[in-house]
């Protein structure tokens, strides 16, 4: 596709219910990434993918947040045990990887998550 | 202190007026600065990209950065009501905190351009 791809566009759960949410980056992109924004709180990165490397996952809030990302290219963030503070857009974004162009990163318009 | 601080606003200027949007940070590594624009329910939109020390103008934008002071700036000259939405300041060191690139957020700045 033309663009970064994410799916559910919203996502409403009640506490405690696990979700699955989707990336599809942008074709031939070898680094991709995840954020969380909040309300009032700017973006706050939460793990990046760059082609077989092992993922950095030092923005991960808890362990209920994990992701993959299949075959370099979709990806699945997974947030189990959902709390209400869990509540944000979630972001992907991609790049093409290269040392200077991992700072030109290309964003989704996001799920919206809200944990009721 | 935040790694990054950007005053949220919001700000509301006359259609035509200069805009002046700014963050301050606190970590000298940082070598790469961003300015993104953010409208209502979309993803961040990459607007200027700046490496080190400098000024860049694109059109209607210019972006300054100024590491002496640990400061960066978009100005927008001839602001329109399109130019509305939420601007994000951000920037990155390679190899920081051994994390690869991520981008470091202002929390981003409400701009309303009324007509």
């Known amino acids: 596709g033309a663009g970064v791809s994410q799916s559910p566009s919203n996502k409403v759960t009640e506490k405690g219910k696990d979700v699955e949410l989707r990336c599809d980056p942008i074709s031939g992109h070898t680094a991709l990434y995840w954020y969380r924004q909040s309300l009032g709180q700017g973006l706050e990165f939460l793990i990046y993918?760059?082609?077989?490397?092992?993922?950095?996952k030092s923005g991960l809030p808890s362990d209920r947040f994990s992701a993959e990302r299949t075959g370099g290219s979709v990806s699945t963030l997974t947030i189990q045990r959902t709390q209400q503070e869990d509540s944000a857009v979630y972001l992907c974004?991609?790049?093409?990887?290269?040392?200077?162009?991992?700072?030109?990163?290309?964003f989704g318009a996001g799920t919206r998550l809200s944990v009721l | 202190q935040k790694e990054v601080e950007q005053d949220p606003g919001p700000l509301s200027v006359p259609e035509g007026a200069i805009v002046s949007l700014n963050c301050t940070y606190s970590?000298?590594?940082?070598?790469?600065f961003m300015w993104y624009r953010q409208y209502s329910r979309k993803g961040p939109e990459l607007l200027m990209y700046t490496y080190s020390s400098g000024n860049k103008e694109d059109g209607r934008f210019t972006a300054q950065v100024d590491k002496s002071s640990k400061y960066i700036s978009l100005f927008i000259r001839d602001s329109q009501p399109s130019d509305s939405a939420t601007y994000l300041c951000a920037m990155s060191a390679l190899n920081y905190g051994g994390s690869q690139g991520n981008l470091i957020f202002g929390k981003g700045t409400k701009l309303s351009v009324k007509p």
């Open positions: 970590n000298s590594a940082f070598q790469y």
């Open positions: 974004a991609s790049s093409s990887g290269t040392v200077l162009a991992k700072n030109i990163q290309y």
């Open positions: 993918f760059q082609g077989n490397s092992a993922p950095d």
